[in-house]
């Protein structure tokens, strides 16, 4: 245990999943007292006992659903009458749905934007009346590679729109909470092995496309992406605002 975010309490979304999870545990270890949630319950309390059995603090709002603004609420309000306040929100979870342009359907379309653009809105619109009340809070939100560049082996057509306004939006926001001290940030990691990518490194071709894009030649681990939100959380970021951080090895430099 360390003391890099002593005391901050911090908003994690879809501690269920890896990035998530990774990020609590860390986050955790540095003193945070950290407010999971997960749409998936098993998950969320399996990443609960983690942390508290290493010693940290952490609560979660299990099958929470981000798309509902009434539950973005109850999140916000489960953080502030466990802890008092709210110092760091990290915008993790999403839910992409694939198909290239003349494929996707409609409602995979709508579902894509709900599930990875719609609900960090939500949520960043909850917690605002608490982030702004925190001297030095941060925002932090998830975006992606595929808001900068794109992969010939991903029709991510949805995902790259999704993705691309919230890396816009994070500007928008640093913009706004600029008077209040509230800093707001993107990340935006490339190929990352989860749950979700699992699968997909089974097929040879898909591998070879993907990585091949990858200056360091493997792809990244959620501990990676975890490292580089719990900077943007701490008060080493404190000049950090209005940015993107990519964490692709390099896809994006050639």
Same mark, same amino acid.
């Given at each position: 245990?360390?003391?890099?975010?002593?005391?901050?309490?911090?908003?994690?979304?879809?501690?269920?999943?890896?990035?998530?999870?990774?990020? *609590?545990?860390?986050? *955790?270890?540095?003193?945070?007292?950290?407010?999971?949630?997960?749409?998936?319950?098993?998950?969320?309390?399996?990443? &609960?006992?983690?942390?508290q059995s290493m010693g940290g603090e952490m609560v979660s709002l299990s099958e929470c659903d981000l798309t509902d603004v009434k539950q973005c609420k109850r999140l916000v309000d489960l953080a502030v009458s466990t802890y008092g306040r709210v110092d760091v929100l990290f915008n993790?979870?999403?839910?992409?749905?694939?198909?290239?342009?003349?494929?996707?359907?409609?409602?995979?379309?709508?579902?894509?934007?709900?599930?990875?653009?719609?609900?960090?809105?939500?949520?960043?619109?909850?917690?605002?009346?608490?982030?702004?009340?925190?001297?030095?809070?941060?925002? &932090?939100?998830?975006?992606?590679?595929?808001?900068?560049?794109?992969?010939?082996?991903?029709?991510?057509?949805?995902? %790259? /729109?999704?993705?691309?306004?919230?890396?816009?939006?994070?500007?928008?926001? *640093?913009?706004?909470?600029?008077?209040?001290?509230?800093? /707001?940030? %993107?990340? %935006?990691?490339?190929?990352?092995?989860?749950?979700?990518?699992?699968?997909?490194?089974?097929?040879?071709?898909?591998?070879?496309?993907?990585?091949?894009?990858?200056?360091?030649?493997? &792809?990244?681990?959620?501990?990676?992406?975890?490292?580089? /939100?719990?900077?943007?959380?701490?008060?080493?970021?404190?000049?950090?605002?209005?940015?993107?951080?990519?964490?692709?090895?390099?896809?994006?430099?050639?």
């Open positions: 245990m360390s003391d890099r975010l002593k005391g901050k309490v911090c908003i994690i979304t879809g501690t269920g999943g890896s990035m998530g999870r990774a990020a *609590a545990l860390m986050f *955790a270890r540095q003193g945070a007292k950290v407010v999971g949630c997960d749409i998936n319950r098993e998950a969320a309390e399996a990443t &609960i006992d983690e942390v993790n979870a999403a839910m992409a749905y694939f198909g290239w342009v003349d494929e996707i359907s409609n409602d995979d379309w709508h579902r894509t934007i709900d599930q990875e653009l719609n609900l960090v809105f939500h949520l960043v619109r909850a917690a605002w009346p608490e982030l702004i009340k925190s001297p030095g809070a941060s925002i &932090i939100n998830t975006a992606s590679v595929s808001a900068w560049s794109t992969y010939r082996m991903l029709p991510g057509i949805a995902h %790259s /729109a999704a993705k691309g306004a919230v890396l816009s939006m994070t500007r928008q926001l *640093a913009m706004e909470g600029r008077t209040y001290g509230l800093r /707001a940030n %993107s990340i %935006s990691p490339g190929l990352i092995e989860t749950k979700q990518t699992l699968p997909l490194l089974e097929n040879p071709e898909w591998v070879d496309v993907m990585i091949g894009k990858i200056m360091l030649g493997r &792809i990244g681990k959620p501990e990676e992406v975890a490292a580089t /939100a719990l900077f943007l959380a701490s008060d080493e970021s404190s000049f950090i605002t209005g940015t993107d951080i990519k964490i692709d090895g390099g896809t994006t430099a050639w």
